[in-house]
């Protein structure tokens, strides 16, 4: 069973920075696709970004393209989002989530894997 843990969210003026963090544990993740979705009351989970295991394969929404960058660690089973220059919109409810084999896809239901989230609010 994969277990993923997110941290690193919290409270940030407009324009300031945040780095979320997942740690995965429970396997080995060599062909795994991570990804990071939002989500805010009342909206469907919505894609930010994606990465292979291995790093050759990453995409991101077009709303944080130039803002967000995920990258990850293997040695330490751990993804990463780095948000910069953060808007009032970015505020939401931040999950990582896993697939066994990356595919870059935004559809939330593709993915097997979900970490209880982290709340992100960006004040104007």
């Known amino acids: 069973q994969v277990q993923l843990e997110e941290s690193g969210g919290g409270l940030v003026q407009a324009g300031g920075s945040l780095r979320l963090s997942c740690a995965a544990s429970g396997r080995t993740f060599g062909s795994f696709g991570m990804d990071w979705f939002r989500q805010t009351p009342g909206k469907e989970r919505e894609f930010v970004a994606a990465i292979s295991w291995s790093g050759v394969f990453a995409s991101q929404a077009d709303s944080v393209k130039g803002r967000f960058t995920m990258s990850r660690d293997n040695a330490k089973n751990t993804v990463y989002l780095q948000m910069n220059s953060l808007k009032p919109e970015d505020t939401a409810v931040y999950y990582c989530?896993?697939?066994?084999?990356?595919?870059?896809?935004?559809?939330?239901?593709?993915?097997?894997?979900w970490g209880q989230g982290t709340q992100v609010t960006v004040s104007s």
């Open positions: 989530a896993a697939q066994t084999y990356y595919s870059g896809s935004a559809n939330y239901a593709d993915y097997d894997y």
